[in-house]
């Protein structure tokens, strides 16, 4: 079973800069493409980025799209969101989610292509 545990988020201020990290376990991790989700409060849960299994290949939501980054190291079962000038609108709850390699698919933002999820971690951003 895979287990997947967040960490890194906090309050910042607007314009900072935060790293999420979310680590694997279970299987192999190089068998998963991964993903990272987002719930505000009163609102739906969202795509913001996705990795295929070697990093190769990365894509992201339009609101983030040249603020975040998406990266993972297959060493050490960790997948990272680096977030830069964040703004109001990004506090949520942010979900790290693994799928299968092969069902990573450009452009694909729903949830239920995801296999697995983390428990989330807070990331709230004062104006």
Same mark, same amino acid.
């Given at each position: ?6 960490? +890194? ?18 299987? !192999?991790?190089? *068998?998963? %493409?991964? &993903? ?15 990795? *295929?299994?070697? &990093?190769?290949? !990365?894509? =992201?939501?339009?609101?983030?799209? +040249? ?6 190291? *297959? ?8 977030? *830069? ?6 506090? %949520?709850? =942010? =979900?790290?989610? +693994?799928?299968?390699? =092969?069902?990573?698919?450009? &452009? ?20």
């Amino acid at each position: 079973q895979v287990h997947l545990v967040e960490s +890194g988020g906090g309050l910042v201020q607007a314009g900072g800069s935060l790293r999420l990290s979310c680590a694997f376990s279970g299987r !192999t991790f190089s *068998n998963y %493409a991964m &993903g990272w989700f987002r719930q505000a409060p009163g609102k739906e849960r969202e795509f913001v980025a996705a990795i *295929n299994w070697s &990093g190769g290949s !990365t894509y =992201y939501a339009d609101s983030v799209k +040249g603020r975040f980054t998406i990266s993972r190291d *297959n060493a050490k079962n960790t997948v990272f969101l680096q977030m *830069n000038s964040l703004k109001p609108e990004d506090t %949520a709850v =942010y =979900y790290c989610a +693994g799928q299968m390699k =092969y069902k990573f698919r450009v &452009g694909t933002t729903t949830e239920k292509e995801y296999d697995y999820w983390g428990q989330g971690t807070q990331v709230t951003v004062s104006s």
